[in-house]
Every structure is written in structure tokens, then in C-alpha cells.
Nanobody, 117 residues
């Protein structure tokens, strides 16, 4: 059974940083596009950033210039470094893995990020 396990969430003050990690039981890990999504209360889940197996990245506007996604294919891990956090970044952050052919998508259970003074 595929598992995506997130870690690294927590409470941080505005302007602070957090590093989220996701370990995936996928093989081959490099075949999957890995992404981070978030869902704030009362809002739809939205893309934060994604990265291909070869390291190409794509960021949604809210995180551009502040967040960095990276992956280690040898360790089946994807990370999201979040800097200059704002209260509006408060959400549950989810790790996602996907392929187009065949169409597969997997989700982690999420990790809470709260930005508050």
C-alpha cells in the first residue's frame, strides 16, 4: 500500500520558517511528480508547488520567492522550505504524488502549519 508521510508542520510566528518533509513508499520514486498542496479552513485545496522527477519546479503565486521545493530521489523524499511565513499561509499542507501514464495520484494525511503571533 502506498504511503505518503508528512512531517515538519507546527506553529511559527510571522516572518519565520518551516521545513516540511514527505517520505513516499513509491517505486520508482523518480517516476512521480511530487507536489505540496494546502487547504485553509473554508477554502478549496490549492497547489503550493510541484517538482518533476528530473527536478523541474512549478510554484503557485502565493509561495513564489518564499518557498522552495526539492526532492531526493535516493531517499524517496520531497521537502518544502517555507520562509517569510505569513498568517495567510496557515493551512493543512498535503503531500501529493502523481503520474499521467498510467493515471495515479496519492495523498498524504496532511500536516498543520499555523502562522500566528
Amino acid at each position: 500500500q502506498v504511503q505518503l508521510v508528512e512531517s515538519g508542520g507546527g506553529l511559527v510566528q510571522p516572518g519565520g520558517s518551516l521545513r516540511l518533509s514527505c517520505v513516499a513508499s513509491l517505486s520508482p520514486f523518480s517516476a512521480y511528480v511530487m507536489g505540496w498542496y494546502r487547504q485553509a479552513p473554508g477554502k478549496q485545496r490549492e497547489l503550493v508547488a510541484k517538482i518533476t522527477g528530473g527536478g523541474m519546479t512549478n510554484y503557485a503565486d502565493p509561495g513564489k520567492g518564499r518557498f522552495t521545493i526539492s526532492r531526493d530521489n535516493a531517499k524517496n523524499t520531497v521537502t518544502l522550505q517555507m520562509n517569510s511565513l505569513r498568517p495567510e499561509d496557515t493551512a493543512v499542507y498535503y503531500c501529493n504524488a502523481g503520474t499521467a501514464i498510467p493515471p495515479e495520484t496519492y495523498w498524504g494525511h496532511g500536516t498543520q502549519v499555523t502562522v500566528s503571533s
